[in-house]
């Protein structure tokens, strides 16, 4: 590397040019030259080169003194000395000086050069090293202005954060004030083991799922000490941990409690003025002879008001089952439950001319639940695999246990759902409409019922299935432990 400015001191005009033109401006140094001593000194602190080669026998101010001038002005310039034969106890004397090195007049320009490129390294790493320093510092305060950003963004939002490290202990990385205090987290909480420092038990299930799952885990927290419920949606990031971003729901929650009151309200309200009217519906008959069209159009009133009265119930019930923040919940026996929904619909498959087949395991493990609820979602799936199905079909139930959970499967061979219905079929009121399910009667209701059901029982439920062949249900619950 070239380019570095290199001031020649040397009274001797000879010496001065042959290292100007043949040493430095060919190798493309910068030079720099001083005819004495006293203007040596003066370039030298006035222009800082980098390099100093300098004649020790000068008339004025000779080399050592301009050596000592500097060395007690502070000055770290490395300097190459040159002299003649003989004065070597000069060189002692200069090498005490910081002196780098010396060459002996006359030299060759190799040796010259040899010599400089040494004297330079020197400086070179000395500046490389600080341009290093200077990034390293530069960089180091970049991140930390972005720390700082990243932190007060952090902080001040209003949305809990809290990120959980992936040791073994779940040590908290970060939790800003909104995460603390709904949480009762007291201090600082950094660098603490989570269960030593975090009590809701929903919280840390759903941290941990995110973890056992390496997906993104969801759950709703209810806060233990005000109304407030906590939307959580718990993220792993490789590397780091997990990261949870909790958002405060309650006025949606709110809303929702609104809506389903208005709706219980307002189906509570209609039931009377129906049962009336199929109370005095079924009296028709009683009071007189009627003709044939009477009866066609009493049937159908008969009818109607038997949809609207199964569709109201349906409501009552979902909201019911909705609003349910805890529900009652024990150890069910899972094989008395499923022989009591077989029983309950065994008249409508026969009915059909449907074969019901029931696969069950000697050894069951219970689930812990609300029997009634559990059976009411069975019910809807067996009642939709026989209504969906044409006479004569098959339909199964089965029951297994894989990994601590219990798994029902309810399959049929009936018409089957296409794929663009499919992602839909759990929404409240929604029913397929195509030739195969004209005539078929329902509100669309109970599958929301279903998923509802199976949700708060920390279960699973998913659909598979094809157009024409057939459909399977399949939830799971985890099994309690015996
Ligand atoms: N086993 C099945 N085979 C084919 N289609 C089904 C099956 N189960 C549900 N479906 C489709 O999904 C729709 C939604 O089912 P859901 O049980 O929610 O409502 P529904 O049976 O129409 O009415 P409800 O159960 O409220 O009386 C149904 O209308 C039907 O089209
Ligand atoms: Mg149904």
């Not at 040397?10 to 401006?25: C, E, G, I, K, P």
């Not at 008395?336 to 929904?341: D, G, K, P």
């Not at 049929?412 to 004209?438: A, N, W």
């Amino acid at each position: 590397m070239a380019g570095e400015r290199v001031l020649v001191v040397d009274d001797s005009l000879v010496y001065r040019d042959l290292l100007v033109n043949h040493v430095l401006t060919p190798n493309e140094y910068v030079p720099l030259t001083a005819k004495d001593g006293d203007e040596g000194y003066r370039v030298a602190l006035d222009e800082a080169p980098d390099l100093i080669i300098m004649d020790m026998q000068m008339p004025g101010m000779t080399g050592i003194q301009v050596l000592e001038a500097l060395h007690e002005a502070g000055s770290e310039i490395p300097v190459i000395m040159m002299t003649l034969h003989g004065s070597e106890d000069l060189a002692v004397r200069a090498f005490r000086l910081g002196v780098k090195d010396y060459v002996i007049k006359p030299f060759d320009i190799e040796e010259m050069l040899m010599v400089m490129d040494r004297a330079l390294t020197e400086v070179r790493l000395r500046h490389e090293r600080d341009a290093l320093t200077q990034e390293l510092i530069e960089v180091n305060r970049t991140l930390k202005a972005e720390r700082r950003q990243l932190e007060a963004v952090l902080t001040s939002t209003t949305d809990g954060v809290l990120v959980v490290g992936d040791h073994a202990e779940e040590r908290i990385i970060l939790a800003n004030d909104t995460a603390r205090r709904d949480f009762c987290m007291r201090g600082d909480v950094v660098g603490e083991p989570l269960r030593e420092v975090l009590e809701d038990e929903i919280l840390v299930d759903v941290i941990q799922r995110a973890k056992e799952t390496g997906e993104t885990a969801h759950a709703e927290v209810p806060l233990s000490d005000d109304e407030r419920t906590l939307n959580v949606n718990v993220t792993p990031i490789p590397g780091v941990g997990r990261v949870a971003m909790m958002q405060d729901i309650s006025y949606l929650k709110e809303l929702d409690r609104m809506k389903s009151e208005f709706v219980s309200t307002v189906s509570h309200d209609l039931r009377s003025p129906l049962t009336s009217i199929k109370g005095f519906a079924n009296l028709m008959p009683s009071v007189g002879t009627l003709n044939e069209q009477q009866i066609y159009f009493l049937e159908k009133i008969q009818s109607g008001v038997e949809t609207v009265t199964t569709m109201i119930g349906d409501l009552l019930d979902l909201g019911r089952i909705e609003a349910e923040v805890r529900m009652e919940m024990q150890s069910c026996d899972v094989r008395a439950l499923i022989e009591r929904v077989v029983e309950g619909q065994q008249n409508h498959a026969e009915l059909k001319r449907q074969t019901l087949q029931v696969e069950m395991p000697p050894q069951i493990p219970s689930v812990l639940g609300n029997a009634l609820r559990l059976g009411q979602a069975l019910s809807n799936l067996l009642s939709n695999a026989i209504k969906y199905t044409p006479e004569g079909g098959d339909i199964s139930i089965s029951v297994g246990r894989e990994n601590g959970q219990v798994i029902i499967i309810i399959e049929d061979d009936g018409i089957g759902i296409s794929q663009e219905d499919l992602p839909h079929i759990f929404d409240k009121f929604y029913r397929v409409d195509s030739p195969e399910t004209e005539g078929i009667i329902g509100s669309g209701l109970g599958l929301s019922i279903v998923k509802t059901i199976v949700e708060k029982h920390s279960g699973r439920i998913w659909v598979e299935s094809q157009l024409g062949k057939g459909t399977t249900f399949t939830i799971m619950f985890p099994a309690v432990t015996q």
